[in-house]
């Protein structure tokens, strides 16, 4: 979705890139256009969230978790 946005793309649709991906998940100081890695920002939640469930203790939302496995 963000990169339809910045390319203007329409689907099924190819459009120029500019700027490849990398670069404009740079910051705005090394030339980039500051945008999240998608990717990264995923795999930082997905380690908050194993954080919390190996921290907490017996909480409401680790036993519905552990009762689905």
């Not at 190819?14 to 910051?27: D, H, T």
Request: aromatic share 14%; charged share 30%; hydrophobic share 40%.
């Amino acid at each position: 979705m963000q990169r339809n946005f910045l390319l203007g793309g329409e689907e099924g649709k190819k459009k120029v890139a500019w700027l490849s991906w990398e670069n404009g998940c740079k910051p705005k100081s090394l030339g980039g256009l500051d945008i999240k890695n998608i990717g990264l920002f995923n795999f930082a939640l997905l380690a908050k969230w194993r954080w919390e469930f190996c921290r907490e203790g017996d909480g409401l939302w680790k036993r519905v978790l552990i009762s689905n496995m």
